[in-house]
């Protein structure tokens, strides 16, 4: 009765990603791209730019692991075949005549297939960064737990360092202040996954990827299809922000009415003072640039 | 009659650009950060900043493509004949006792022959990038064409994140949103030079320095005599785009009415429709920013 | 009478970090951390994000010269000992009850002997960086006194660039423009330190280490006694301006001038005279940023 069970999830992490998931993976970035304002102004009358940017979405977790092992950032670039697909589909999406790309993109299901093969790219990503991170690093496993991240989460920051050269700042972009929910999966399953590698986690490799994998794609086919904003992590979080950090609002509103009255010892009390309403007036800024 | 023609372009291409060129180079940088609004008052606050400024404007192409290859950014430091010609200049023109240097390179025809001079630098760092990264990845040609773009033009990007830590944000700061002309005229001698160092193009290297130096300095010199801003590129560029990309206007308006109405998937429609008329409310910031 | 000395400045110069030392820098760095507006609420609401800030603030200075050394980045997360010191210290100095700890910390004398140790980290981490630079670029003297440099004061350019990435930017957070007064004393040992390993300074190393150390304390002790903001450098900088860069105001006043009205060969004198007004209007800026 085991068998099949460890046939099929053998067979499933054996899948290559090559042509297929990466394709839905490359039009997922593209389209979050695209669907960002101005950007098709921007592909047009610039579109080298908009080829750089959407490299960035494509390959940014790769980008982002490479920086934080101090390898090239350019070596995604000698993977040509993956540079060629993902430059043909970015080519398709932008300046396919008539619109016909985002036009069926705009079709429910083909969003939920595109969007769930995605998440499978994200297990293999994770892993590699995992593998790659053990490299160097024989059991540095905090180090394999940040590029496991990083490489299956961390395009986010990438693009957003991007928003920040290019000058329109996007006050959401920073995935530190309040992670965003896959963000937020992708760690979960960097630290599953490095536990399994250094033999904590009694599981098989492929076991774990199948059973990962089935976990992303249903949470992220029921997020779109509910369009909720990923209320499904809060009570587990609750529950360890509780157990870890105790009993959490009085204990939040004591420490920061004392943040505010503090007297500092380095003179930055004037400023803390100054800035103590800072958050609702930078509210007021973004909204001014928003609207 | 072909030999004169090969001594010559050989004899040109084995030119040392140690003393006088590179002089030319950093003269022409230096100068640029003194015309920048309160680089002279900085100068005379903290010395040590204009100072790491002026090394910054001076050596940032070499600095980006260490960055790019995962070299110790601070390799240029080693070169210490280098650093010690490129302080003398940036201290004899900023601290030169009644600004004689200044008003000396305010004259035409010194400008003229140090710009001139800074564009032969150009050529020989688009060389010296494209071998440096074909030492690296072997048949990485979009890395070299990378690589030696970054070498040849990517001190503009350095030091706009310079000006961005430095908190005086430049929007027009940015290369990709909006490429200057000597950045695509750099971009196109990097992609000749790789493929001339691939063989896919038939001449000989001495032969395309050469030749690219000449256009170079004609284009440089003609646009600082005529004060036009580089529209040499501009019907080419026309072209190129046109036969890339199809008919542009109604194209664009078309996608870009879809881009505003189109429903996203992932939630970020709000802010898309909310950001529609980010540009004006950006462009009006940043007038203000700078009235 | 010279052996007792000799023993002294030996023992001095083998003690050990580890403990005490490093505890007293990750204290008084999440303190500071701590002190800043909403940090507090930042701990509460994502206890990650603030986490990883706390790290870049004890870290800072081997992050950066790492990024300056081309190595990964993420090689402190590899020390497990001293992440789980300081991740405990981070969890007691925010989510202690009742806020034990910031109370305790608000007593000056404790003040003054977290301050005064972490300053005699800051002699190790000076040398450490010198002797790894050194092991890079054999007499690259210019690199051992920036990278001693950035281990010992480099901190603040990373905790600036978080600052920049997590949207809430700071203008004074920048180091270049103004340096604060630790990292002008930190640029002087580093200075020292490299001419003692390239011989260039007739001093012992541990001699060298323990008078550095016991001029960084009594400073450090005094300017935090005495609510001063570091005059103590002034009028020795004073004497190295007017030495190097002559009679500085009428010399200023000039130049400055000129820089008003110069004509800019690249276009930049528009944008120049525009924005010649900048610095008040950035300056009411950052005023509206923070009321």
């Given at each position: 009765m085991e068998y099949p069970w460890d046939d099929l999830t053998l067979a499933f992490s054996r899948t290559s990603m090559f042509p297929f998931f990466d394709i839905a993976h490359y039009l997922v970035s593209v389209m979050a791209l695209k669907q960002r304002p101005g950007a098709v102004a921007a592909a047009w009358s610039n579109p080298l730019s908009s080829w750089l940017s959407a490299m960035l979405h494509c390959f940014g977790g790769g980008i982002l692991s490479c920086i934080l092992l101090a390898e090239?950032?350019?070596?995604?670039?000698?993977?040509h075949t993956n540079i060629l697909l993902a430059s043909s589909i970015w080519y398709i999406v932008f300046f396919c005549p008539r619109d016909l790309v985002s036009q069926g993109y705009s079709y429910q299901p083909i969003q939920l297939l595109a969007a769930g093969m995605k998440e499978v790219t994200r297990t293999w990503k994770i892993v590699g960064g995992v593998a790659h991170a053990n490299g160097y690093y024989r059991n540095g496993w905090i180090v394999m737990i940040a590029v496991g991240w990083a490489r299956g989460a961390g395009g986010a920051i990438i693009t957003a360092c991007e928003q920040l050269l290019k000058g329109d700042w996007k006050p959401e972009g920073d995935e530190w202040l309040k992670m965003s929910f896959p963000c937020k999966v992708t760690l979960l399953g960097s630290i599953m996954f490095t536990f399994q590698h250094t033999r904590?986690?009694?599981?098989?490799k492929h076991d774990l990827m199948f059973l990962y994998t089935i976990f992303l794609v249903t949470i992220k086919v029921t997020m779109m299809m509910t369009?909720?904003?990923?209320?499904?992590?809060t009570p587990f979080e609750d529950t360890l922000t509780r157990m870890l950090f105790g009993r959490q609002q009085q204990q939040f509103s004591l420490s920061e009415k004392k943040a505010e009255v503090k007297p500092s010892s380095n003179g930055s009390a004037s400023s803390a003072s100054k800035r103590g309403t800072e958050p609702p007036s930078s509210a007021k800024r973004h909204a001014k640039k928003e609207d």
């Open positions: 090239p950032p350019l070596k995604f670039l000698t993977n904590h986690l009694a599981i098989s369009k909720d904003a990923a209320v499904t992590l």
